[in-house]
């Protein structure tokens, strides 16, 4: 029996050792995936932009990752194992993960974390988030010239500021283009989950809607809308290219390989300082897929113009004259929307009907 | 010509060795997928296995965290498996973890930032009470109507869920959150929060709570009355009803005890390791415990070793996933095999395998 024990101690140990000699020739970058990486679309494109850290930098890096982590206790348990593997920075990619990410950082001093969309900040733990509500309002744009049922579907997930300020934002655009238009909106308390989504795309083409627009991450809204013929879609996170030219007609696509790949530089030389980021389609963070010639020419270069306009930044996305959904002044003539208010933004710009869920 | 003959009685001795044999087949099959995945299947073994346990980096982490993990699991199995020896099916212990959790936060949260040692008993008590309330409508359903109480149960966890989705982000919504849904996190809330009893060995309330759990369950099944009108009502129930045992009381005993500890299980796990309370706060527990029980034989020590195991799984899986690159899914299918291979070898318990050269007319 003792020398069984024994045995199983050295191998033990030597597990342990030979863990400890990969960590000290690369630098090891972790990424905590909250789906499949294989969604084909959020995870999806982290996962992609994890692969460019590999190519830009071969062997002077090691990726890990842990892919579909639930938020909650398990995604504590999941970035401290990630953290006692030798991780040396850690990019925790879903909002749901802010207080278990802030929690291990405080374990850990040495190591750096970065978490994606929430906004608790430490020394060693950044956030950093896209303007993603840029791209909406090139596919608000594109949605108003082209419903004819003047009906805009829209699959939001959760009540939270990020898919509000991408509601409003669409909102905005497709109704100055269309002021007959009206959103319908169905809320699939869901980031990731083909069923329910299906269902939600098909309930909002019953009533009506051309267009669906969607703020989670299946390929299955357009798999409905293809079906049901003569319904225009937009890829959501990933191009979702598969579905072109109808009824994808174009699409958000996030890339946070440019981001991911400076930060790791960042950590390699020494020079990563906790910041919050929040980059639009200036900086690249946010792509528009390519519009489709489903969409006629015209509508097409404006919204290209629109897109460039955004990136260049000589137009604001939320710029006044705008109204609250209960009819109060928000934005005056010509003034621009500030980011704290975008951060925390919990209410529906004038003219979007029904109400957000218990706020 | 080998062919099954059933045994007058289980046997008692595959009974309790099918589990390990079950362990074993799932290491090989395992572990052959693995090697068609292009991962070392031994490594990979080991990484599930052992390395939670004993890996010089993981181990002091790990070992705590398999009583986090395994304790809700086995405090709501404990439950289950005395409905289920009694042949009452609460497949909804999802929707009394989350009612529980909901209830005991509510009155933690309605207190704060108060100091009081009376807060956290209070929680307990309203955690317990929320799952075994919840428990009940299908418990008085069952006793009044005559539903059943398998649908019910599983059709009011969806209503708990959307209940924990409003209540995030209305209710117990964290007013200092920004805007975004989830309660207050207990850990800032020191008097509310269900901290380690011994710090650093993973030991919090509800792990606590897990055992005693087992140790009641045992007691009651071996030496009380109660106990015994359970195991007679599952396994003779016309010998049940002469015996004089009250089906009403039964179902709702067993109804009301399963749900007020999945109650408990959801409590401690909000107010401890979870820490708020938020949309998907529940993560599966009340199913994964419904594999628990059976995978213990509903035996109350066979519960608590299949939690551990059960919870030795996600860990070790998570960690091979980590260091090998496994994708989750192959955790899955690891996971499924091993319930797979346990109920293939019940065969064993129920039937003896003769090997012999005439076939049988």
């Known amino acids: 029996m003792r020398a069984v024990k024994t045995l199983l101690a050295s191998v033990a140990v030597a597990a342990g050792l030979s863990g400890a000699a990969v960590a000290q020739d690369a630098t090891k970058v972790g990424f905590i995936f909250v789906g499949p990486i294989g969604d084909g679309g959020w995870t999806y494109e982290h996962n992609q932009a994890r692969l460019a850290v590999e190519e830009e930098f071969g062997d002077q890096v090691e990726t890990i990752y842990q892919e579909s982590v639930p938020e909650g206790a398990d995604a504590e348990r999941a970035i401290t194992q990630m953290a006692l593997a030798g991780a040396d920075l850690i990019f925790t990619t879903s909002f749901g993960y802010m207080d278990a990410t802030v929690a291990v950082a405080e374990k850990f001093p040495d190591i750096k974390f970065e978490h994606a969309t929430g906004y608790k900040t430490a020394p060693n733990l950044s956030v950093y988030s896209a303007r993603f509500y840029e791209g909406r309002a090139v596919q608000g744009h594109i949605a108003g010239k082209m419903t004819k049922s003047n009906i805009v579907g829209y699959i939001a997930s959760f009540p939270i500021p990020e898919v509000i300020r991408g509601i409003n934002s669409a909102y905005i655009h497709a109704k100055k283009v269309n002021p007959d238009v009206q959103f319908k909106i169905i809320w699939a308390y869901t980031w990731f989950d083909p069923a329910k989504e299906a269902d939600a795309a098909k309930a909002l083409i019953e009533q009506g809607a051309d267009v669906i627009l969607q703020h989670t991450d299946s390929t299955a809204p357009q798999a409905a809308a293809q079906e049901a013929g003569n319904i225009i879609t937009f890829g959501q996170a990933s191009d979702m290219s598969e579905y072109a030219p109808m009824p994808r007609v174009s699409s958000i696509i996030d890339n946070w390989a440019p981001y991911y790949i400076a930060r790791t530089k960042a950590v390699m030389d020494g020079t990563w300082e906790s910041t919050s980021t929040w980059d639009g389609i200036g900086a690249g963070m946010v792509g528009i897929g390519e519009i489709t010639d489903a969409v006629p020419a015209d509508v097409k270069a404006e919204a290209e113009a629109l897109r460039d306009a955004l990136g260049s930044g000589e137009y604001h996305a939320f710029t006044g004259p705008l109204n609250k959904q209960d009819g109060s002044a928000w934005l005056a003539e010509g003034e621009t929307a500030d980011d704290g208010t975008l951060a925390g933004m919990d209410f529906y710009v004038e003219g979007i009907e029904g109400e957000i869920p218990s706020s | ?361």
Not at chain 2, 334 to 340: E, N, R, S, Y
């Open chain 2, 1 to 361: 010509m080998i062919h099954l003959e059933k045994r007058p009685q289980p046997s008692q001795f595959w009974a309790g060795f099918t589990p390990i044999l079950a362990v074993i087949a799932t290491m090989i099959a395992g572990g052959i997928m693995f090697w068609m995945l292009g991962k070392p299947p031994l490594e990979a073994i080991r990484t599930i296995f052992w390395d939670p346990l004993f890996h010089e980096t993981f181990g002091p982490y790990s070992r705590p965290q398999l009583l986090v993990k395994a304790g809700p699991l086995i405090l709501i199995a404990i439950g289950l498996s005395l409905g289920f020896r009694a042949g009452i099916w609460n497949i909804g212990a999802e929707g009394q973890y989350i009612m529980g959790a909901i209830c005991g936060a509510g009155v933690g949260l309605a207190f704060y930032p108060s100091e009081s040692v009376l807060i956290f008993p209070a929680m307990v008590l309203a955690g317990a009470l929320g799952g075994w309330a919840w428990a009940m409508i299908p418990g008085l359903l069952k006793v009044k109507f005559g539903t059943n109480e398998i649908l019910v149960s599983l059709m009011l966890v969806y209503v708990a869920e959307n209940l924990l989705a409003s209540v995030s982000q209305g209710l117990l919504k964290n007013p200092e959150g920004m805007g975004f849904p989830g309660s207050r996190n207990f850990r800032d809330f020191p008097a509310a929060y269900n901290t380690e009893i011994i710090s650093g060995t993973g030991m919090h309330w509800g792990v606590a709570a897990a055992f005693v759990a087992v140790i009641f369950a045992y007691v009651l099944l071996t030496r009380h009355m109660l106990g015994f009108q359970v195991r007679l009502t599952g396994e003779a129930p016309r010998a049940a009803r002469f015996a004089g045992v009250n089906p009403t009381r039964l179902i709702l005993f067993c109804l009301g005890t399963s749900g007020a500890l999945a109650g408990l299980a959801g409590l401690f796990e909000v107010s401890g390791p979870s820490g708020q309370v938020t949309i998907d706060f529940n993560s599966g527990y009340g199913f994964t415990a419904i594999i628990v029980a059976f995978l213990g034989r509903l035996h109350p020590i066979g519960i608590l070793l299949a939690g551990l195991l059960m919870a030795l799984t996600y860990i070790g899986g998570e960690l091979a996933q980590l260091m090998l690159g496994l994708p989750a899914a192959a955790i899955q299918m690891f996971q499924g095999m091993l319930m797979f291979f346990l109920l293939a070898m019940d065969v064993l318990s129920h039937y003896r395998i003769r090997f012999n050269k005439t076939v049988p007319v």
